[in-house]
């Protein structure tokens, strides 16, 4: 089983102060958590601060390479159009996670543009998100 994690801008700045958002866990930690968490997955783990990077690693996981993706799109979720496209041509589960509830916070932070394109979105659990993220996908791609 292969699943694709794909982190988007900003999020490679994580834990460098203690915030009271996003936790005090860097990238790094969420990467060894969900690694050993399941490690009988096989993971491809990214980060990205550019949108095109992002839709090349989604066109990337087409062809059956990979099992599933999880994705935290960071501020792109409520932005990118160009992410939404590319995950629209890319059938299998797709599983959109975020360390805040993005329902609690400003109006902006309210749409998830991407996830119109996800099977579902997992939002407020903080580094634990990642991990029902994986668990969901897991499940998904096991009905696939
Ligand atoms: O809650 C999430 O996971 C977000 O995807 C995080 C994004 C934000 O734009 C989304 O609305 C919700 C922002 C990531 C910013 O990461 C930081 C890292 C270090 C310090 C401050 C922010």
């Given amino acids: 089983m292969k699943i694709m994690i794909l982190n988007g801008p900003n999020l490679n700045l994580l834990g460098e102060r203690d915030s009271n958002t996003y936790g005090s866990d860097t990238l790094s930690d969420i990467e060894k958590l969900v690694r050993d968490s399941f490690q009988e997955v096989d993971f491809i783990f990214i980060q990205s601060n550019h949108e095109g990077d992002l839709v090349d690693a989604i066109h990337s996981a087409r062809g059956g390479t990979v099992n599933a993706i999880v ?74």
């Fill in 71 to 144: 994705a935290n799109w960071g501020g792109y979720t409520h932005s990118s159009v160009a992410i939404h496209d590319a995950l629209e041509l890319l059938k299998i589960p797709k599983v959109e996670v975020h360390l805040s509830n993005i329902h609690a916070r400003e109006e902006f932070r309210e749409r998830s543009i991407t996830g119109k394109a996800m099977n579902g979105i997992i939002t407020g659990f903080g580094k634990n998100s990642y991990l029902l993220g994986v668990e969901a996908a897991l499940k998904l791609a096991a009905d696939n």
